[in-house]
């Protein structure tokens, strides 16, 4: 492992023990307290989880991994941690003292939140060939070349207060599911399977790309024609499954806190759908002005579902008989 490397995996071990060690000291305050009255601070850290994730959020990510990127000069690191943060906040509000909820709903989540980190961590690190911050997010590297010298402070708001919305947004469900004390119910397994359902398509999406993008490099160092575009397995009926295996598990936990009757959650599903509508409309201009590759994607654009996977449209049929 090079110096770089591991300096970055220690970083990113570490970064998030202020949190971690505050709300330690704040339920162990709570435990030793012996009925006293509580301070002002300690106090409001007990009536307002919500608030009190979203000031942990703030200090820890905005604030330090702000820091941190401009010291490396690089914001590879919430990439990381979108995967992690969604685990830490299912514990966070499973613990809080305020919190009420079915035991067996709440292992439910807990699980199938685990499930879908360690997915989502494994297509990670391998997409960054299991190097711990070896590039940043090719967004926020173009940003950095359009904002020039005001991406310091901009950077700011664009990579990280934004994440906070996004992050605790959809994460509200996993608040909902442990503020309310109801019974399983068949809506339970209905969200479990949507849930599960996401995850596979996803991974099955992420992997059919991890080796299409492989094989392409590997084509590219022999001097071989390289294949224009992938249209295989999930992605031939639609061109973007991982996205859609993604939304599939959002709104999944949008199920579980409906049927506790906190449906307004949906709001932070709907809000990450429709960045990632915009995020898609990105993706695919690159795709249009790439070297090689981009007649073939035009076309396949025309032809195929943008996210829910469907059955190519009739022009297929057109451009076969064409040809």
């Not at 790439?290 to 190519?312: D, H, I, M, N």
């Amino acid at each position: 492992m090079s110096s770089s490397n591991l300096r970055n995996a220690v970083v990113a071990f570490l970064v998030p023990l202020p949190s971690i060690l505050f709300y330690l000291y704040f339920l162990n305050h709570l435990q030793s307290n012996n009925g006293a009255s509580l301070s002002p601070l300690w106090s409001w850290c007990f009536h307002h989880p919500l608030l009190l994730a979203n000031a942990l959020f703030f200090f820890n990510v905005n604030v330090l991994f702000w820091v941190i990127g401009h010291i490396q000069c690089s914001n590879w690191m919430i990439d990381l941690y979108w995967t992690v943060i969604p685990v830490l906040l299912v514990y966070y509000y499973a613990t809080h003292p305020l919190a009420q909820f079915d035991r067996w709903r709440s292992k439910l989540v807990i699980v199938l939140t685990w499930v879908w980190s360690i997915r989502l961590t494994h297509n990670y690190f391998r997409r960054e060939n299991w190097q711990w911050g070896a590039r940043e997010d090719w967004r926020f590297t173009d940003m950095r070349r359009q904002y020039g010298k005001h991406w310091w402070w901009m950077s700011f708001f664009a990579v990280y207060f934004s994440q906070q919305i996004f992050l605790i947004g959809i994460c509200l469900p996993l608040y909902a599911v442990h503020s309310v004390d109801k019974p399983l119910n068949v809506w339970d397994f209905v969200a479990a399977l949507v849930c599960l359902c996401g995850i596979v398509i996803a991974y099955f999406a992420d992997t059919q790309l991890h080796d299409f993008v492989t094989r392409n490099r590997k084509l590219k160092e022999l001097g071989k024609p390289m294949v224009p575009n992938l249209d295989r397995g999930l992605w031939w009926y639609s061109r973007h499954p991982n996205y859609f295996g993604e939304q599939l598990w959002w709104w999944g936990l949008v199920v579980f806190a409906w049927s506790l009757g906190h449906g307004w959650t949906f709001v932070g599903a709907l809000i990450n759908s429709m960045c990632l509508a915009y995020v898609t409309v990105l993706v695919e201009q690159r795709m249009l002005k790439q070297e090689y590759g981009a007649e073939a994607y035009w076309l396949y654009r025309k032809t195929t579902s943008a996210c829910v996977p469907w059955f190519k449209s009739s022009a297929v049929a057109v451009k076969d008989k064409h040809t």
